[in-house]
């Protein structure tokens, strides 16, 4: 009988499967998506550079001349207490005469861990590591040098000639400095690095930790969040993972409320097959056991569909905007099956109560 009534009501019964898959898609994409948006999200924002800077404070200065410094150790102490996943690199600052006499920041860095911290740079091409003596301008800075492949710098009655490799653009601060090594910087300068940016990967809790580390470790340094960044970053996690329960919720209802309209429809056309049933000695319980059991077929059914079709989006998805494929999780799939269950059970509610008031003599009266 069940088999009959699926098979010769075929388009309420494919009607009512194409809303179940629906909603099982959907809800395997999105908590397929959910297992790992987390480290996704994390990972995106680590092109966006440091959420924490190191700052030597004046008082630090070797003397009422010098320039900040940081301890010769700060850099190791802060890729301890930030985490091994934490990317950090090291600038010294400086003010140099151009060979046109035009003053210009000039910063010293390691260009290895400026090249990972700050990705998001657009940078022509990165210097080499092994080329003590070359430099990376800014796109404004160029403007000042008489000679990009030659570039002559004073400070302090000390020139230095270097060559520039490419040429960086961030719309920023950074357009207006000059970049060389940071060995360079401090043999011709004396200066020595006073600030470390830091990228550390995680939320807004996982920083703040790391900060109260580097606060220890590092006592009478200036420590602050990027709070734009750290808080930008908490803010859309927080609120991707809002509408994503609130997706599953709307698609949910929705479903809910196709298959109630398909399932009423269904009992509405059977009605008197079922007083017939109750006529012949069919009891209550038989007829919406019979009932819900095709609900409940049809949920099944949409959840093996919506699973590999919701897997195979949430896959696609994964590579197109995050670059690395979500993998199929079977963990997933008992919520799944539970959403599906409570939406049959849902839209059953209301065919339910029609069964239980079916009047056998008059509907086969044909009152």
């Given at each position: 009988?069940?088999?009959?009534?699926?098979?010769?009501?075929?388009?309420?019964?494919?009607?009512?499967?194409?809303?179940?898959?629906?909603?099982?898609?959907?809800?395997?994409?999105?908590?397929?998506?959910?297992?790992?948006?987390?480290?996704?999200?994390?990972?995106?924002?680590?092109?966006?550079?440091?959420?924490?800077?190191?700052?030597?404070?004046?008082?630090?200065?070797?003397?009422?001349?010098?320039?900040?410094?940081?301890?010769?150790?700060?850099?190791?102490?802060?890729?301890?207490?930030?985490?091994?996943?934490?990317?950090?690199?090291?600038?010294?600052?400086?003010?140099?005469?151009?060979?046109?006499?035009?003053?210009?920041?000039?910063?010293?860095?390691?260009?290895?861990?400026?090249?990972?911290?700050?990705?998001?740079?657009?940078?022509?091409?990165?210097?080499?590591?092994?080329?003590?003596?070359?430099?990376?301008?800014?796109?404004?800075?160029?403007?000042?040098?008489?000679?990009?492949?030659?570039?002559?710098?004073?400070?302090?009655?000390?020139?230095?000639?270097?060559?520039?490799?490419?040429?960086?653009?961030?719309?920023?601060?950074?357009?207006?400095?000059?970049?060389?090594?940071?060995?360079?910087?401090?043999?011709?300068?004396?200066?020595?690095?006073?600030?470390?940016?830091?990228?550390?990967?995680?939320?807004?809790?996982?920083?703040?930790?790391?900060?109260?580390?580097?606060?220890?470790?590092?006592?009478?340094?200036?420590?602050?969040?990027?709070?734009?960044?750290?808080?930008?970053?908490?803010r859309i996690v927080d609120r991707t993972h809002a509408l994503m329960y609130g997706s599953v919720l709307l698609i949910?209802?929705?479903?809910?409320?196709?298959?109630?309209?398909?399932?009423?429809?269904?009992?509405?056309?059977?009605?008197?097959?079922?007083?017939?049933?109750?006529?012949?000695?069919?009891?209550?319980?038989?007829?919406?056991?019979?009932?819900?059991?095709?609900?409940?077929?049809?949920?099944?059914?949409?959840?093996?569909?919506?699973?590999?079709?919701?897997?195979?989006?949430?896959?696609?998805?994964?590579?197109?905007?995050?670059?690395?494929a979500s993998l199929p999780r079977l963990q997933v799939l008992p919520l799944v099956l539970l959403l599906n269950v409570?939406?049959?059970?849902?839209?059953?509610?209301?065919?339910?109560?029609?069964?239980?008031?079916?009047?056998?003599?008059?509907?086969?009266?044909?009152?």
């Amino acid at each position: 009988m069940l088999r009959r009534s699926l098979v010769h009501r075929r388009a309420r019964s494919i009607s009512a499967l194409v809303a179940m898959t629906v909603s099982a898609g959907v809800a395997t994409a999105l908590l397929t998506l959910y297992a790992d948006l987390d480290a996704k999200l994390h990972k995106e924002f680590r092109s966006f550079g440091a959420n924490v800077v190191v700052t030597a404070p004046p008082s630090t200065a070797l003397g009422s001349n010098s320039s900040p410094a940081l301890p010769a150790d700060a850099l190791a102490k802060v890729q301890q207490a930030a985490g091994a996943d934490a990317l950090a690199a090291e600038f010294g600052y400086a003010v140099a005469t151009t060979d046109r006499g035009t003053p210009v920041v000039v910063t010293g860095t390691n260009f290895d861990a400026v090249k990972r911290l700050n990705s998001w740079w657009q940078v022509d091409a990165w210097p080499p590591a092994t080329d003590a003596n070359a430099a990376l301008l800014g796109q404004r800075a160029a403007n000042f040098i008489a000679d990009e492949h030659a570039v002559t710098l004073n400070f302090a009655g000390h020139s230095l000639t270097l060559h520039g490799v490419g040429r960086l653009r961030t719309g920023g601060d950074e357009d207006s400095r000059i970049y060389l090594p940071i060995a360079a910087f401090t043999a011709w300068t004396g200066a020595h690095p006073s600030v470390i940016e830091v990228q550390v990967p995680g939320g807004a809790a996982k920083v703040d930790a790391a900060i109260t580390h580097l606060r220890q470790e590092l006592p009478g340094m200036q420590i602050e969040p990027v709070r734009q960044l750290v808080e930008g970053e908490s803010r859309i996690v927080d609120r991707t993972h809002a509408l994503m329960y609130g997706s599953v919720l709307l698609i949910a209802l929705t479903v809910a409320v196709s298959v109630l309209a398909t399932l009423s429809a269904s009992v509405l056309e059977r009605r008197r097959d079922f007083a017939l049933m109750k006529a012949l000695g069919g009891t209550q319980v038989q007829l919406m056991g019979m009932f819900l059991l095709e609900a409940l077929v049809l949920a099944l059914a949409g959840v093996v569909v919506g699973f590999v079709i919701g897997s195979a989006a949430a896959w696609a998805i994964s590579q197109v905007n995050f670059h690395t494929a979500s993998l199929p999780r079977l963990q997933v799939l008992p919520l799944v099956l539970l959403l599906n269950v409570l939406i049959a059970a849902m839209a059953s509610l209301f065919p339910v109560r029609v069964l239980r008031g079916l009047q056998p003599a008059a509907l086969l009266k044909g009152e």
